[in-house]
Protein backbone atom coordinates (compact mmCIF):
# COMPACT_ATOMS: atom_id res chain seq x y z
CA UNK A 1 0.00 0.00 0.00
CA UNK A 2 2.45 2.77 1.21
CA UNK A 3 4.15 1.99 -2.56
CA UNK A 4 1.06 2.86 -4.07
CA UNK A 5 1.27 6.33 -2.01
CA UNK A 6 4.43 6.76 -3.50
CA UNK A 7 3.28 6.63 -6.74
CA UNK A 8 0.39 8.64 -6.68
CA UNK A 9 2.43 10.99 -4.96
CA UNK A 10 5.38 11.20 -7.80
CA UNK A 11 2.74 11.02 -10.57
CA UNK A 12 1.35 14.26 -8.90
CA UNK A 13 4.71 15.84 -8.66
CA UNK A 14 5.24 15.37 -12.26
CA UNK A 15 1.95 16.59 -13.16
CA UNK A 16 2.38 19.52 -11.26
CA UNK A 17 5.73 20.16 -13.66
CA UNK A 18 4.17 19.16 -16.39
CA UNK A 19 1.53 22.00 -15.81
CA UNK A 20 4.10 24.79 -15.16
CA UNK A 21 4.33 25.10 -19.33
CA UNK A 22 5.27 28.74 -19.41
CA UNK A 23 7.35 28.81 -16.77
CA UNK A 24 11.20 28.52 -17.12
CA UNK A 25 12.45 24.98 -19.05
CA UNK A 26 15.73 25.64 -17.35
CA UNK A 27 14.14 25.57 -13.83
CA UNK A 28 12.04 22.26 -14.87
CA UNK A 29 15.54 20.59 -16.42
CA UNK A 30 16.91 21.87 -12.94
CA UNK A 31 14.14 20.21 -10.97
CA UNK A 32 14.64 17.13 -12.81
CA UNK A 33 17.87 16.92 -12.27
CA UNK A 34 18.23 17.47 -8.36
CA UNK A 35 15.59 15.16 -8.57
CA UNK A 36 17.78 12.32 -10.15
CA UNK A 37 20.88 13.01 -7.94
CA UNK A 38 18.92 12.51 -4.94
CA UNK A 39 17.17 9.31 -6.74
CA UNK A 40 20.60 8.40 -7.30
CA UNK A 41 22.04 9.00 -4.11
CA UNK A 42 20.90 5.70 -2.74
CA UNK A 43 20.71 2.51 -4.92
CA UNK A 44 17.57 1.39 -2.28
CA UNK A 45 15.95 4.05 -2.42
CA UNK A 46 16.51 4.33 -6.33
CA UNK A 47 15.45 0.73 -6.66
CA UNK A 48 12.21 1.71 -4.70
CA UNK A 49 11.24 4.74 -6.80
CA UNK A 50 12.00 2.83 -9.98
CA UNK A 51 9.83 0.50 -8.89
CA UNK A 52 7.07 2.76 -7.63
CA UNK A 53 7.64 4.76 -10.49
CA UNK A 54 7.09 1.47 -12.85
CA UNK A 55 3.28 0.51 -12.74
CA UNK A 56 3.82 -3.37 -14.46
CA UNK A 57 6.34 -3.78 -11.56
CA UNK A 58 3.49 -2.75 -8.88
CA UNK A 59 0.89 -5.29 -11.31
CA UNK A 60 3.22 -7.80 -11.25
CA UNK A 61 3.59 -7.57 -7.12
CA UNK A 62 -0.42 -7.89 -6.89
CA UNK A 63 -0.78 -10.54 -9.95
CA UNK A 64 1.85 -12.80 -8.03
CA UNK A 65 0.07 -12.64 -4.54
CA UNK A 66 -3.12 -13.52 -6.58
CA UNK A 67 -1.17 -16.14 -8.04
CA UNK A 68 0.03 -17.35 -4.43
CA UNK A 69 -3.95 -16.85 -3.45
CA UNK A 70 -5.07 -18.86 -6.06
CA UNK A 71 -2.75 -21.80 -5.44
CA UNK A 72 -3.53 -21.34 -1.80
CA UNK A 73 -7.42 -22.01 -3.04
CA UNK A 74 -6.49 -25.07 -5.81
CA UNK A 75 -4.54 -26.75 -2.56
CA UNK A 76 -7.60 -25.97 -0.41
CA UNK A 77 -10.12 -27.57 -2.77
CA UNK A 78 -7.77 -30.10 -4.36
CA UNK A 79 -7.24 -31.35 -0.52
CA UNK A 80 -11.51 -30.86 -0.17
CA UNK A 81 -12.12 -32.92 -3.05
CA UNK A 82 -9.72 -35.54 -1.57
CA UNK A 83 -12.00 -35.68 1.38
CA UNK A 84 -14.92 -35.91 -0.64
CA UNK A 85 -13.57 -38.71 -2.80
CA UNK A 86 -12.31 -40.33 0.07
CA UNK A 87 -16.02 -40.19 1.80
CA UNK A 88 -17.53 -41.85 -1.80
CA UNK A 89 -15.48 -44.83 -0.97
CA UNK A 90 -16.26 -45.48 1.69
CA UNK A 91 -19.80 -44.53 1.19
CA UNK A 92 -19.77 -46.94 -1.85
CA UNK A 93 -17.97 -50.13 0.55
CA UNK A 94 -21.11 -49.64 2.84
CA UNK A 95 -23.63 -50.00 -0.42
CA UNK A 96 -21.68 -52.77 -1.46
CA UNK A 97 -21.68 -54.68 1.73
CA UNK A 98 -25.79 -53.50 2.00
CA UNK A 99 -26.46 -54.86 -1.50
CA UNK A 100 -24.15 -57.93 -0.72
CA UNK A 101 -26.13 -58.59 2.60
CA UNK A 102 -29.82 -57.83 0.99
CA UNK A 103 -29.16 -60.69 -1.65
CA UNK A 104 -28.61 -63.02 0.65
CA UNK A 105 -31.51 -62.01 2.71
CA UNK A 106 -33.41 -62.49 -1.03
CA UNK A 107 -31.83 -65.96 -1.17
CA UNK A 108 -32.77 -67.05 2.06
CA UNK A 109 -35.98 -66.07 1.60
CA UNK A 110 -36.64 -67.52 -1.45
CA UNK A 111 -35.20 -70.88 0.18
CA UNK A 112 -37.92 -70.18 2.99
CA UNK A 113 -40.30 -70.11 0.55
CA UNK A 114 -39.50 -72.96 -0.81
CA UNK A 115 -39.31 -74.77 1.91
CA UNK A 116 -42.37 -73.84 3.52
CA UNK A 117 -44.48 -74.32 -0.17
CA UNK A 118 -42.95 -77.72 0.69
CA UNK A 119 -44.12 -77.99 4.68
CA UNK A 120 -47.59 -77.09 3.10
CA UNK A 121 -47.94 -79.60 1.04
CA UNK A 122 -46.45 -82.19 3.28
CA UNK A 123 -48.69 -80.72 5.74
CA UNK A 124 -52.05 -81.11 3.38
CA UNK A 125 -50.67 -84.95 2.68
CA UNK A 126 -50.39 -85.45 6.43
CA UNK A 127 -54.17 -84.19 6.95
CA UNK A 128 -55.47 -86.42 4.35
CA UNK A 129 -53.71 -89.86 6.38
CA UNK A 130 -55.15 -88.45 9.36
CA UNK A 131 -58.28 -87.79 7.75
CA UNK A 132 -58.16 -91.67 6.62
CA UNK A 133 -57.26 -93.19 9.40
CA UNK A 134 -59.73 -91.64 11.52
CA UNK A 135 -62.65 -93.21 8.98
CA UNK A 136 -60.57 -96.68 8.76
CA UNK A 137 -60.76 -96.40 12.36
CA UNK A 138 -64.24 -95.83 12.81
CA UNK A 139 -65.69 -98.20 10.35
CA UNK A 140 -65.85 -101.25 12.84
CA UNK A 141 -67.43 -99.18 15.20
CA UNK A 142 -70.34 -99.85 16.62
CA UNK A 143 -72.27 -96.73 18.78
CA UNK A 144 -74.87 -97.48 21.27
CA UNK A 145 -77.37 -94.89 22.22
CA UNK A 146 -79.97 -94.23 25.05
CA UNK A 147 -77.77 -96.34 27.73
CA UNK A 148 -78.79 -94.72 30.79
CA UNK A 149 -75.65 -93.78 32.76
CA UNK A 150 -73.76 -95.59 35.14
CA UNK A 151 -75.59 -99.20 33.87
CA UNK A 152 -72.35 -100.74 33.08
CA UNK A 153 -71.89 -101.34 36.38
CA UNK A 154 -68.44 -102.66 36.83
CA UNK A 155 -67.03 -104.35 33.93
CA UNK A 156 -68.23 -102.14 30.57
CA UNK A 157 -67.05 -104.77 28.38
CA UNK A 158 -69.27 -107.40 30.38
CA UNK A 159 -72.05 -105.36 29.47
CA UNK A 160 -72.21 -104.46 26.21
CA UNK A 161 -71.19 -108.09 25.42
CA UNK A 162 -74.76 -109.02 27.68
CA UNK A 163 -76.35 -105.83 25.78
CA UNK A 164 -75.50 -107.11 22.10
CA UNK A 165 -76.43 -110.71 22.70
CA UNK A 166 -79.83 -109.46 24.07
CA UNK A 167 -80.98 -107.06 21.61
CA UNK A 168 -79.44 -108.91 18.57
CA UNK A 169 -80.67 -111.88 19.50
CA UNK A 170 -76.92 -113.54 19.34
CA UNK A 171 -76.38 -117.11 20.87
CA UNK A 172 -75.25 -117.09 24.63
CA UNK A 173 -72.36 -118.71 23.36
CA UNK A 174 -70.84 -116.98 20.46
CA UNK A 175 -68.11 -114.59 21.01
CA UNK A 176 -68.31 -111.01 19.91
CA UNK A 177 -64.33 -110.11 19.63
CA UNK A 178 -64.45 -106.79 20.96
CA UNK A 179 -61.57 -105.02 21.04
CA UNK A 180 -62.15 -101.51 23.44
CA UNK A 181 -65.20 -100.50 25.15
CA UNK A 182 -65.68 -96.78 26.31
Known sequence: ???????????????????????????????????????????????????????????????????GELRDFRKDMKQQLDDIKSELVSIHKKIKETEDRVDAVEERAQNMERILSKMAELISQQQEKLLDQEGRSQRENIRIYNVPEGAEGLSMRDFVDKLLKDTLEIAPNMELDIERVH
Open 1 to 67: MPNIMKMIKMESVRGSRMGKRDGNKKTMNKELTQERKTAGSSPTHHHLDESNANPLSTDATGLAQIL
